[in-house]
């Protein structure tokens, strides 16, 4: 018997608003995903970001992003 997929579980409110964004890599690729925490209001063209992951489940984690640090 095949697999039914699940759906995928309602956006809950303390996740919106949330920006999907296109992230260039410095290696040439670009990648979209989004800057969790950061208002849209305040992603900038360029900013720099650096990659954390959100685990899903045992089998999947998700590259996101965040504002880089100073210094």
Do not use: C, H, W
Request: hydrophobic share 45%; glycine share 4%; charged share 25%.
């Amino acid at each position: 018997m095949p697999e039914i997929a699940k759906p995928v579980p309602a956006v809950t409110p303390q996740m919106v608003p949330y920006a999907v964004v296109m992230i260039k890599l410095k290696e040439g690729p670009a990648i979209v995903s989004n800057l969790p925490g950061v208002k849209p209001d305040r992603i900038r063209y360029e900013m720099p970001v650096e990659v954390v992951f959100e685990k899903v489940n045992d089998q999947i984690s998700l590259p996101k992003f965040r504002p880089r640090a100073a210094g």
